[in-house]
């Protein structure tokens, strides 16, 4: 969870926690080429230590970027 959503939850003082809001935002989404491929031919754990190091990657970029990350339910 970024840093920013945590302050804006802990600053909420006994209000409101999230108002509404319209807000422009980017969603990123990653399709790794030829991953099927690659997940058939590869040991899982192999498979699983790419992963986790592209998703650290990705998430530490995000996080500098003043975002958030919601991993996708199985992931890591």
Same mark, same amino acid.
Do not use: W
């Given at each position: 969870?970024?840093?920013?959503?945590?302050?804006?939850?802990?600053?909420?003082?006994?209000?409101?926690?999230?108002? *509404?809001?319209?807000?422009?935002?980017? !969603?990123?989404?990653?399709?790794?080429?030829?991953? $099927?491929?690659?997940? @058939? %031919?590869?040991?899982?754990?192999?498979?699983?230590?790419?992963? *986790?190091?592209?998703?650290?990657?990705? !998430?530490?970029?995000?996080?500098?970027?003043?975002? $958030?990350?919601?991993? @996708? %339910?199985?992931?890591?």
């Amino acid at each position: 969870m970024g840093e920013n959503l945590v302050e804006m939850l802990m600053d909420s003082s006994g209000g409101v926690l999230l108002e *509404n809001e319209r807000r422009e935002i980017t !969603v990123l989404f990653a399709d790794i080429r030829s991953f $099927s491929i690659l997940a @058939e %031919k590869t040991d899982a754990e192999e498979v699983v230590s790419m992963l *986790n190091q592209f998703f650290s990657v990705m !998430v530490d970029i995000i996080f500098r970027n003043k975002g $958030s990350s919601v991993p @996708e %339910k199985g992931v890591r």
